[in-house]
Each structure stands twice: as structure tokens, then as C-alpha cells.
């Protein structure tokens, strides 16, 4: 066996406790109680306020940070006048506090070094460190071109370092939510009516009818104003339909539970078209006058009938007929929601073109109670010198992939192994607040690359398993104690909110704005960083925006009318789609014309072998992947995932709840950690469940080292989208061990 020249190491940290926070799901966001509203008048009246808007996932709820008179967060609460939230943080928001007192931070920059042989990592100050990294950036681009140093980002952190790659010349550029979670889903809706759905999606679930979710979890993946709505139209008698192998919160909420067999999708929704159709259950009007190509998906799905899609997807015909009546029933107020993490087979794009589709023959884009037309202000760009122009960039790396508009993860990982045909190669990475060792499927693959890697640089606030593979680690603030961007999002209505700090940073630790600026100043790009601290450029962009800083700090969200339009379509008016045709694609030229299927086709998928089981994983509304497991406060909430086990399964194998077991998948991949067993008629037999972002192997991740499995470790076999690239991730199977199967290897 040979030694990684990049040696995993686990990191240590130091710092203070932290809160309780508690609540959940669906039920959180009722009315706050009498206790709720002293709290709130108590909080206000003693402690210091100032304007955030959270960081825990990307939805971004503006909201109230509080902090005693030493300067400690104390309280987070949503912002009243923000439609993102309402006021009603969902629990990931009110524990975001835990960020701010996890006593495992980072707490200073980390340079990888040898002692005694052994690679490990060593305190650095800020100036020793930063000049290391500016070397790494000139060295690499004078060698190899800056297009060779590549970026791997998510968040807030992200768009900081993106302005620094571009200044230096490198769009070599990527992130995992998008080839590893919603890019099928844009480019299915791109191809159909010519917009991204985008974030936050602009569902009109508070006036719909009917909602139908297809692996969509709304009230586990927790997304604020989706859940708030959802509640809205179930009290207003909205019928949910839910398509699921398990029964989800989302589920049990429904009328309609279709527990579906995995990898069957694109033949229910086949199946629904067929009897919408037939039965002349769709829109005539709305299809008439905005669609191109309904002859020729009339034709298509004419022999995709129930009695068919029975066969594939385990569902009775009469429940296909049931629910595609009912959609029709409520049409055009329903939506067939897009969903978040597509990324599930490899026929993704097909599968959100078949959700598109649904909803083109439903009538629901544009439609009140289906899909509105978001709306959002631009927030002015602060002048710099234009970027230079790279030889190459992310386009390049994943030309093999026609329609993917933004960078592909993985492509760039496998840029980053030399090989004879690598005409774009990658040398070294910065990666900045995402952990990919997480995120990203092939474990081996990625370990592979990262140990060809001349450089490798990490930012977070936690000691995430990536950061052990780094050259230099750098702590991050959290959100609580930096300047960020404008918050600008889509909604029914534009509205900016800001983030200021409450608090200094603690520690060491810097926000990533002064970090990409130091590295900046130090590769000669001082024209691009005409600022001393990015406040400056906040205060510049709100005045370019009739507004100020000062009168955010007061409000914390600023409300715009909207500009752009009407909010549905002009029923009295022909409105034109941003397609090339100005109509709904339901056949897809484009897509024909690059090889590719202009319809939705069903593709059979492979099964498990006997004696393993579909892994399926998902979201809790406590966490936000693996980024908030070892938080203190959520941690309380949740410190483990478990594994959901039908009964049947149970007494084949012997399995008892809270019995704890091991994973082996198709590849002979075992779990490093055991996780407990959940048995329960929630989930089909052919499969089992798991929340994903557990199983941390960093013992410096106090509350969350070892706890529970870790999904993304036993996904070794990936189904790539061959139209956007995307990691289909679902197609991997797991057997059930119920002894230790590391002590018989020791043995």
C-alpha cells in the first residue's frame, strides 16, 4: 500500500460553549406563544440589536441579531418585514447562534508541515500564511497559467474569492450545488420554458390547489417560505400530493401518499401525462396559445398508460388516474414542484423536463397558485478594471456537456489528475465554504486528486474533514461578525437586506472579503480592491440605491414595488417566453438537434443484487448538510442519522430499533462508523434512509465525530447527466452488517 502524498490530518480546536435552541418542522411556525412574546420584549429592551440575514442555508432569512452588553451573541430572531421569512426562523436560523459559540472553531491559520516524519499542521500568523498562498497563486500561474489554479466554493465565502480568481485571470471555477444538486433542474426548465427556476423558487404554494412533490421533502430540507406556505394551503384545503419511496414529513401532510419504486419516476410522470391528455384534462387555451410541440407529445405518450407505469413504478393505475384528475381538477392553480437536490440517475435533465412539461400542460407557469414571475433589484456593481480573459476555464473543462451553465464539480476534479489527454490542467485549488469530501460522490476519485494537487488551500470556520487535506487552512469568521453582500434574492416583490456584525471575530479568525483582499493586494491586483474594508462598499452600493447603510442598520430589509411586470401572466395579452421560439418547448428542437432525446424517455435503471437495498438519503430541519452537525445547539436538536429499515427487512436480517449495524455498498465499500437502526413501515423494503452529513471522522468535531454514517462515503457509483454533467448519486446499494466487520478485518 502506498502513503498519500497529501496525508489526511485531523485538526484541533479550542474555544467556548454555546445555547440550547429547539423546535420543529412543520409545526414551528405557528403563532408565537405569550412566552415567546416576553422573551422578544424582554430581549429587546436589554440588549443591542443589529441587522444579519442568515447564512445556514441559502435562503437567506434576514433577521435580528441580539448581543449583551460584553458583546456575546445572545439571540437570533426573523425580521417582521423580510418575505423570506415572515419573522419565523425555521430551527437551522434560531441555532445559527451555535455557529458563533461552537468551541471547535478554527481559531487561527494552519500551514501543513513535517515533524518527526509525519505530516501535520502548525500555527501560522496571518501574515506568514497569506504570503504563502500569494507565492502558491504566482508560482502557479507563472508555470502553469492562472486558468490552473481552480476554485471550489459555495455561500457568501465564495463570491469573495470568485472576484479574486477573475482579477487574477482564472474562471476556472466551481461549485457542488450545482453538478451535484439542482443543475438537471435548471436546465429541464431552461430547455421548456426558457427561465431557471432559481432560488428561492417561485412556487405559489399559498394560493395553490394542489401541490404535487416528487422526492421534493418541504418541511425536512426546511425551506423557510415554502413551509410557511405549504402550512398556508393545507389550513386553505389545498390537496398535497407526495411521490416518495418513504413516508416524509411532506407525506404524512398528504392526501396522497405514492410510495413509488426508486428510479421510476420519468414512467409515472409518463403515465400522467398519458391519462391529462386523453382525458382532456390540460389547459387548451394556455397550450394553444403558448406551446410548441403538443402534437408530438400527444402521439409520444399516447401508448404510456397507466396499466403500463403500473408495472414499472409498483403504482395501481387507478392511483395514476386519481391524482392526474386531480391535478387536472385544480388546474391552473397546481404545482408539480421542481424540487432542491435533483442530481439522482443520470437522466436528471429528462426527469425536470417532465416535471416542465407537467406543468406546461397544467397551465401553472405564470399561472397564480402554480408559478409566478419572480422579480429581484439589482444591486450596483462596485467599479473595478474589467477581468482579464482566460485561455480556459470551466466552460472548457466540461465541454463534453453542452447545456451545463456553470462550472461541474467533478470535471474539475478530474482536470486535477494528470493524464496524456488533459488539455486543461488543473494544479491547485482553493476551497472556500464547502466540505467537499462531503458533497462530492467517489470518495477515491476525489482523494486521487486532491494528492496530485501542487497547492491546496482551504477557508471555513469549522475543522471539516476537507480542511485535513489542505496546505493551508484559514478560519473564517462566522456571519454573525463580518460585513457581506447586498442580499438580493427573487420573490414575488424585490427587497436588499444586509449582514453587518455583531460582534468582532472571535479568535483569529478573519471574514473571506479581507482574506481575498489581502491575497489580492499581494499579487500586484490593488486596483481591484479600491477599499479598506468592504463596508465601504456596501455604503457605496445602497447610495448608488437611494438608500444607506445607516437606514438598513435601522430597518434590516428594504422592501421595492414591483417594476418588472404583473405578478401572473395577462390573461388579455400573448406573453412571449425567453425561449428561442417565444413559446413553451414542450418538444425540444435543441435537444434534438445535439443527439439527445426531445421528449422525456424512461430509462430502466439497475437494481440492487439480493441481499442489498436502494440507499436513499435526504435532509433534517435542523441541519444543513454536514456543515451544522457538530453545532452545539443544533446538535441537540439532532446528533445522529439513523437508518430507516422496513419491517420485512428487519425479519429477514434480525434487525431491532436502535440495533447498531454497518454499511457495505456494491463495491465492497464499508462504513468507517455504525449507525442505529429505525424500523419502520415509513419506507419501501427494496430500500433504507438516511440523513445526509453525518459520520464525521475528525475526533476535533467533539459532538459530531463518529456519530451515525456517512452517506456521500458509500456512494462509489455515479450515473452522469450527459446533457449537464450532473452526479446522479441515488443508484447505490448497501447490505445490512450486523457485526463490526472492522474487528473481523483486524482479526
Not at 441555532?95 to 481559531?107: F, P, T, V, W
Request: glycine residues 8%.
Amino acid at each position: 500500500m502506498t502513503t498519500s502524498r497529501r496525508k489526511f490530518i485531523k485538526i484541533s480546536a479550542l474555544g467556548i460553549g454555546g445555547v440550547t435552541a429547539a423546535s420543529s418542522a412543520l409545526n414551528m411556525f405557528g403563532s408565537n406563544t405569550y412566552m415567546d412574546e416576553l422573551v422578544k420584549q424582554n430581549v429587546e429592551k436589554k440588549l443591542t440589536r443589529t441587522a444579519t440575514y442568515c447564512e445556514i442555508c441559502f435562503w437567506k432569512c434576514a433577521a435580528w441579531t441580539y448581543t449583551d452588553e460584553e458583546g456575546l451573541i445572545k439571540k437570533i430572531i426573523g425580521n417582521d418585514d423580510d418575505s423570506h421569512c415572515n419573522g419565523r426562523l425555521c430551527p437551522r436560523g434560531t441555532g445559527g447562534i451555535g455557529m458563533y459559540h461552537d468551541e471547535n472553531r478554527l481559531k487561527t491559520p494552519l500551514i501543513r508541515t513535517i515533524v518527526n516524519g509525519e505530516q501535520t499542521f502548525r500555527k501560522a500568523s496571518w501574515d506568514e500564511a497569506l504570503d504563502l498562498i500569494a507565492s502558491k497563486f504566482t508560482g502557479i500561474k507563472e508555470k502553469y497559467g492562472a486558468e490552473s489554479f481552480a476554485l471550489l466554493k459555495h455561500g457568501a465565502p465564495g463570491k469573495h474569492f470568485e472576484h479574486l480568481f477573475k482579477a487574477y485571470g482564472s474562471d476556472t471555477i466551481a461549485e457542488p450545488a450545482y453538478a451535484q444538486c439542482r443543475g438537471p433542474r435548471e436546465t429541464g426548465f431552461v430547455l421548456t420554458f426558457g427561465s431557471w427556476v432559481g432560488s428561492p423558487e417561485p412556487t405559489d404554494i399559498r394560493d395553490t390547489k394542489c401541490l404535487v412533490l416528487i422526492g421534493s421533502h418541504i418541511g425536512e430540507n426546511m425551506h423557510n417560505t415554502q413551509v410557511q406556505e405549504m402550512s398556508e394551503a393545507i389550513d386553505n384545503g389545498a390537496t398535497i400530493i407526495t411521490v416518495d419511496p418513504r413516508l416524509s414529513t411532506a407525506a404524512s401532510k398528504s392526501k396522497h401518499w405514492l410510495a413509488i419504486k426508486p428510479a421510476t419516476d420519468i414512467a409515472l410522470m409518463l403515465a400522467w401525462m398519458n391519462v391529462i391528455i386523453e382525458e382532456g384534462l390540460y389547459d387548451k387555451e394556455y397550450i394553444e396559445k403558448y406551446a410548441n410541440g403538443f402534437d408530438e407529445l400527444k402521439d409520444y405518450v399516447r401508448k404510456f398508460t397507466p396499466e403500463w407505469a403500473y408495472g414499472i413504478t409498483t403504482i395501481k393505475p387507478e392511483e395514476i388516474r386519481k391524482t392526474a384528475r386531480v391535478m387536472g381538477a385544480a388546474s391552473p392553480s397546481v404545482i408539480i414542484h421542481p424540487g432542491r437536490h435533483v442530481v439522482w440517475y443520470g437522466d436528471d435533465t429528462q426527469r425536470a423536463r417532465a416535471m416542465a412539461i407537467l406543468n406546461a400542460l397544467l397551465g401553472s407557469w405564470g399561472r397564480r397558485g402554480g408559478f409566478y414571475f419572480k422579480e429581484k433589484i439589482k444591486v450596483p456593481k462596485y467599479p473595478h478594471p474589467k477581468y482579464p480573459h482566460p485561455k480556459w476555464g470551466w466552460h472548457e473543462i466540461g465541454e463534453k456537456y453542452p447545456l451545463a451553465q456553470m462550472g461541474i464539480t467533478t470535471e474539475v476534479i478530474k482536470a486535477s489528475i494528470p493524464s496524456e489527454d488533459n488539455k486543461y490542467p488543473v494544479k491547485a485549488w482553493m476551497v472556500a465554504g464547502t466540505n467537499i469530501t462531503k458533497s462530492i460522490p467517489n470518495k477515491k476519485l476525489l482523494e486521487k486528486a486532491m494528492d496530485e494537487l501542487d497547492f491546496m488551500v482551504v477557508v471555513d470556520t469549522m475543522p471539516m474533514d476537507v480542511t485535513g487535506y489542505a496546505d493551508v487552512v484559514l478560519p473564517e469568521c462566522t456571519y454573525l461578525e463580518r460585513y457581506d453582500g447586498i442580499r438580493s434574492a427573487t420573490n414575488r416583490a424585490p427587497s436588499i437586506a444586509v449582514r453587518t456584525p455583531a460582534a468582532k471575530p472571535k479568535y483569529e479568525s478573519k471574514p473571506a472579503w479581507w482574506m481575498a483582499k489581502q491575497i489580492g493586494e499581494r499579487l500586484g491586483l490593488h486596483d481591484y480592491y479600491k477599499y479598506d474594508d468592504f463596508k465601504e462598499v456596501i455604503e457605496w452600493q445602497l447610495e448608488k440605491m437611494g438608500t444607506s447603510l445607516e437606514e438598513l442598520e435601522k430597518i434590516g430589509v428594504k422592501n421595492y414595488p414591483r417594476t418588472s411586470g404583473p405578478l401572473y401572466i395577462n390573461e388579455e395579452e400573448t406573453y412571449e417566453f425567453p425561449t428561442a421560439s417565444g413559446k413553451i418547448e414542450l418538444y425540444s428542437q435543441e435537444l434534438k438537434d445535439l443527439g439527445f432525446d426531445p421528449l422525456p424517455a424512461y430509462t430502466v435503471h439497475p437494481e440492487p443484487e439480493p441481499g442489498f437495498y436502494r440507499l436513499n438519503y435526504g435532509r433534517a430541519p435542523m441541519h444543513t448538510f454536514s456543515r451544522t452537525v457538530n453545532n452545539p445547539n443544533l446538535n441537540d436538536l439532532m446528533d445522529e442519522n439513523k437508518l430507516w429499515v422496513n419491517p420485512k427487512v428487519a425479519r429477514i436480517i434480525g434487525l431491532k430499533s436502535n440495533q447498531e449495524v454497518w454499511l457495505k455498498n456494491q463495491d465492497d465499500i464499508i462504513s468507517t462508523f455504525s449507525i442505529k437502526v429505525r424500523v419502520t413501515e415509513r419506507v419501501r423494503w427494496d430500500s433504507v434512509y438516511m440523513v445526509h452529513g453525518f459520520g464525521h471522522d475528525n475526533k476535533k468535531l467533539e459532538k459530531a465525530f463518529g456519530k451515525g454514517i456517512n452517506d456521500t462515503q458509500l456512494i462509489s457509483k455515479v450515473a452522469t447527466d450527459p446533457i449537464m454533467g450532473g452526479t446522479g448519486m441515488r443508484g447505490n446499494f448497501v447490505a445490512i452488517l450486523t457485526e463490526d466487520p472492522h474487528k473481523i478485518l483486524d482479526v
